[in-house]
């Protein structure tokens, strides 16, 4: 459960079935999970600082990157253009419900995989060496030995080099369903 705006510090993707279910949008929105819709209304909940159900312009842009997207000043004011059809300067939780239903939607799963192997290969090397999955482990809270992570690099090294390259990684994804 988020109580506190730190405890937001990304969105993981998740499933989305492709079943349209009503929308003020022009185009349909997917379904998105339970789990999801929780984050989505815990992060909105948060960020109604006021309590008044609704949230405005610089509340939606926070609300939005803390739930891992990035947004830029003119799209978060083009939002607000779209939604706020009373121009209030507010937008309320079924329209944050929209935006976001909008956005898990169309992430590019092999962009997310992407940005996943980038936060394991923190030193830009393309690859995931042992090192990189040592620090990952300790900074997760699992004890592993060095003779344990190296067993986990071996299984999917295709190309024996020691490392998982990014096309490595994706396969992994894949071969778990993670994809």
Request: aromatic content about 8%.
């Amino acid at each position: 459960m988020i109580t506190r705006k730190s405890d937001i510090v990304s969105f993981t993707p998740r499933p989305i079935t492709n079943r349209p279910i009503s929308s003020n949008r022009r185009r349909g929105r997917n379904e998105i999970t339970e789990e999801q819709k929780n984050e989505i209304k815990e992060a909105f909940d948060l960020f109604d600082t006021e309590k008044t159900g609704k949230i405005d312009y610089h509340e939606l842009k926070v609300a939005i990157r803390a739930l891992g997207f990035d947004i830029k000043k003119a799209d978060v004011l083009e939002l607000m253009r779209e939604y706020d059809k009373t121009n209030s300067g507010y937008i309320d939780y079924n329209d944050f419900l929209d935006i976001m239903t909008q956005k898990i939607s169309d992430r590019d799963p092999t962009e997310e995989i992407i940005k996943a192997f980038k936060l394991f290969d923190d030193d830009d090397t393309g690859k995931i060496s042992l090192k990189n999955l040592r620090r990952v482990s300790r900074e997760l809270g699992e004890n592993l030995s060095d003779d344990e992570l190296q067993a986990m690099i071996d299984e999917f090294d295709k190309d024996m080099d020691g490392e998982i390259s990014q096309e490595e990684f994706l396969s992994i994804m894949k071969q778990t369903s993670l994809y």
